[in-house]
Nanobody, 125 residues
Framework: QVQLVESGGGLVQAGASLRLSCTASGRTLSSSNMAWFRQAPGKERDFVAGITSSGGRTVYADSLKGRFTISRDSDRNTVYLQMNGLEIDDTAVYYC??????????????????WGQGTQVTVSS
């Protein structure tokens, strides 16, 4: 079983940038599609961005396209989420998830089998 550990969250002002990291241990992520989800208080866990195992295809929530960028470094067994132009509504716990091999990146939580504990991102005005 893989362990996923997120880092890079914090408290920032609106307009700032953050880069989240998700580092895996226990097995390689090279055959897994990966994704970031987020969950605000009292709300469901929503898809943010996903990337195929090869890194050749990325998918984003429509509302976030252009501000967030997902990438992966196979040598470091790590996935990143670069977040620019942060807004107050981006405040949430951000989760990293490891899924399955395939050409389609799932936008659903059921499409992922391993999850990290989450990292808090708080955006203030």
């Amino acid at each position: 079983q893989v362990q996923l550990v997120e880092s890079g969250g914090g408290l920032v002002q609106a307009g700032a940038s953050l880069r989240l990291s998700c580092t895996a241990s226990g097995r390689t992520l090279s055959s897994s599609n990966m994704a970031w989800f987020r969950q605000a208080p009292g709300k469901e866990r929503d898809f943010v961005a996903g990337i195929t195992s090869s890194g050749g295809r990325t998918v984003y929530a429509d509302s976030l396209k252009g501000r967030f960028t997902i990438s992966r470094d196979s040598d470091r067994n790590t996935v990143y989420l670069q977040m620019n132009g942060l807004e107050i509504d981006d405040t949430a716990v951000y989760y990293c998830a490891a899924g399955y091999f395939g050409p389609v990146v799932s936008r659903l939580t059921i499409g992922y089998r391993d999850w990290g504990q989450g990292t808090q991102v708080t955006v203030s005005s």
